[in-house]
């Protein structure tokens, strides 16, 4: 499994330390690639692919933001097993060419009610795309206060046992 972080965090960030021990205990190997100082998205989603190809068990990626739009980018390139996406930056004004369809996977996204950066509605329209399970919080762009973090926590349960390993 593999976390990719949005634009203004960080490999470390507060949702992917959360969400980590679950993939853990779920027996999922985790690792978190680190994009900071990679502004261009198609720079990142090379990253993530080149990181795919390495991989010999199966592939779940997560990610946030712009990280979750990288996943959704390679997710359309190569079959992995599936894809957790919070807040996906998508359709977003001169980003129009990481619009990634189809997934060849199936996608859970999450995004925030409140949402400043990427308004709901993208999200909304990109799960209805792909027909993937979209569920909105109450929560902003970050989706960092704590009843989105808890709901986030199960929601993310609830998709790797969906996912579970053999």
Known sequence: MCFSHGQESGPDGTK???????????????ESLDYRGIDDPAERIDKLFAWCMQQTTPVL????????????AVAHRIAVTGVFLIATAIYVPGYEAFNPLPLRCQA??????????????NGLRFALEC?????????DHGLGDAESL?????????????????
Not at 63 to 71: D, K, L, R
Not at 113 to 118: G, I, P, T, Y
Not at 131 to 139: D, E, I, N, S
């Open 131 to 139: 027909q993937g399970r979209f569920t909105l919080l109450a929560g």
């Open 150 to 166: 808890e709901r986030l926590q199960v929601l993310f349960q609830q998709f790797l046992v969906s996912h579970e390993k053999d």
């Open 16 to 30: 992917i330390r959360m969400l980590t021990p679950l993939a853990e205990q779920a027996g999922w190997r985790v």
């Open 61 to 72: 990626l997560v990610g946030s933001s712009m990280g979750a739009a990288v996943s959704a």
């Open 108 to 121: 859970t996204l999450v995004h925030g009610w409140r949402d400043e950066v990427v308004p709901y509605r």
